[in-house]
């Protein structure tokens, strides 16, 4: 620490490139904003390039190519190349529905070192409805087969919520019978897309213990074979996450049109103007961009978060959601019990958990909501 409390910035650990927000799927609670990028204002493949490279210099160790589906750019081979050329440790995080076996033939031979895949449900009825796209389940299990054949290491994402959290002990079981090294199990975070749905998605409490206690017990069980990380649902918490690590501390994001944000969810707060990678170099940005200065350090922080020994562990919790629940970016995440507006959350949590609503507000480019759905089967 400084003296001013602000906190040295040496370089980023990770850059997340949102290649596109085109995506096959519609999952009610993708972390893209509400307003998503069309196609034609995603960066170019030259500039893409650039800025791997430029994420290289900067210090970051690893690339995550994300998006939407980022399998839908035709040009990933070669930032995939690109990113192997100057040492960043690659990463896809796919939906894994629009690749054959000869495009994951030509990933790995460009250098792909890492596969995260996600999983809507462990059965096709569950998964098909809540990604919103027929056929996926038997796509993602073939794409599954193909990236263990090729030798490539293989986490699950599997986003759990009140529609499919019953189904977590299946959903452990297909990550094993599937050869995955990891699984993240991760409870929605209410915001943009998932905070429209969150009467869709809240988990009730009970749902929440038995699933602890499901990780729990996996956990112990699966020792050597599996590696399970777990994130809890804020709204049910005492204490926040540190979300991203902190605010401009450890992760950069660069959006498909090339806007730079501390994290994958920040455009969903209104009032923050954020660089851009066509205008300023990225190490310019991570510097002294004001949308990373802002609530990096402790320096920006309020009461009770100003004088709690925990600053500097959690770093107040998450922007987003602190504006999603207050309008105040910079107040306390009100998943802290210290926040004035915690008993707010827990309220809603409450309320939305018991709430008889099951469509969903799928993600598309035009919103449009699904009637008279069917919940999955138990
Ligand atoms: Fe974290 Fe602030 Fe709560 Fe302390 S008061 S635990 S720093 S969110
Ligand atoms: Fe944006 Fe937590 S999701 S800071």
């Known amino acids: 620490m400084s003296e001013t409390g602000r906190n040295p910035i040496?370089?980023?650990m990770a850059l997340l490139a949102e290649l596109t927000h085109r995506c096959p799927?519609?999952?009610?609670?993708?972390?893209n904003p509400v307003e998503l990028e069309q196609a034609g204002r995603e960066l170019d493949t030259g500039t893409w390039l650039r800025v791997i490279e430029e994420a290289a210099e900067l210090g970051a160790l690893q690339i995550h190519f994300s998006g939407g589906e980022p399998t839908v750019r035709k040009d990933l081979e070669e930032m995939v190349a690109r990113a192997r050329d100057v040492g960043l440790y690659s990463n896809l995080i796919t939906a894994g529905v629009l690749l054959d076996e000869d495009r994951v033939g030509r990933l790995v031979d460009s250098g792909l070192d890492h596969v995260q895949l996600s999983f809507q449900d462990s059965e096709a009825t569950g998964a098909e409805r809540i990604g919103g796209y027929p056929d996926a389940q038997k796509k993602k299990l073939r794409f599954a087969g193909w990236v263990r054949a090729a030798g490539l290491p293989l986490t699950l994402n599997?986003?759990?919520h009140r529609q499919n959290l019953d189904h977590l002990p299946q959903l452990i079981e297909l990550a094993v019978e599937l050869g995955a090294q990891r699984a993240e199990i991760a409870h929605v975070q209410y915001y943009g897309w998932a905070f429209r749905n969150r009467a869709a998605l809240m988990p009730t409490?009970?749902?929440?213990?038995?699933?602890t206690a499901t990780v729990e017990e996996a956990r112990e069980r699966l020792k050597g074979r599996l590696v399970l990380d777990y994130v809890v649902p804020d709204y049910y918490a005492r204490r926040p996450k540190s979300c991203m690590g902190g605010w401009g501390r450890r992760f950069l994001n660069v959006s498909p049109a090339g806007k730079v944000l501390p994290c994958h969810a920040a455009e969903t707060i209104t009032g923050l103007r954020f660089d851009s990678v066509t205008e300023?170099?990225?190490?310019?940005?991570?510097?002294?961009s004001e949308a990373f200065e802002i609530y990096r350090g402790t320096d920006w922080m309020p009461e009770p978060c100003r004088s709690c020994e925990r600053r500097e562990i959690d770093w107040g919790g998450c922007r987003c959601q602190a504006f999603a629940i207050t309008g105040e970016a910079g107040a306390t995440d009100p998943a802290c019990a210290l926040s004035p507006f915690h008993d707010q959350l827990v309220a809603l949590a409450e309320a939305d958990s018991g709430a008889d609503c099951r469509d969903f507000v799928y993600r598309r480019f035009a919103n449009v909501v699904r009637r008279n759905t069917p919940m999955p089967a138990k």
């Open 205 to 211: 409490r009970e749902q929440l213990e038995r699933a």
């Open 280 to 288: 300023r170099s990225l190490a310019d940005i991570w510097q002294h």
């Open 25 to 31: 799927l519609q999952c009610p609670y993708c972390s």
């Open 158 to 160: 599997l986003v759990v």
């Open 10 to 12: 040496d370089f980023p």
